[in-house]
């Protein structure tokens, strides 16, 4: 977790946010987020880290089949869920958790898009 940890904070560290004046149908403020090459490191740590533990579990790897999994898994959440790779799921889920949290601690508006319909306060 604590490597998890690291790359979520990691991944942060080359984010460029722009809350632009024009609002979405909801009235929300439109932000841009723009990760930069961290996240991709990060991403590719994690990537690495879990062909790893793969081969360390003595099991039969295709990089290029592994890679477009992780891709896949990356853009559709439901296709994480494996009990065989539940300590990559650790990792990867903590990385996120910490990512997110470092997010709104750089942008609090970002809270008003994630947690639309509850009450904040704004400090415009």
Known sequence: MLIGAILGWF???GLKIHVSQKHDVNG??????????????GWIVIFIYGLGFALLSGWHVDVLSELSEEIEKDLFV??????S?????????TASLVYTWRLLQKEPKIQAVIFKGTHLDHHD
């Not at 439901?78 to 009990?83: D, H």
């Not at 790779?85 to 889920?93: G, K, Y």
């Open 28 to 41: 929300l403020p439109i932000i841009e987020i723009r990760h930069g090459w961290q996240y991709l490191v």
């Open 11 to 13: 991944q942060t560290t």
């Open 85 to 93: 790779t539940w300590n990559i799921m650790i990792m990867s889920a």
């Open 78 to 83: 439901w296709k994480n869920f494996s009990s």
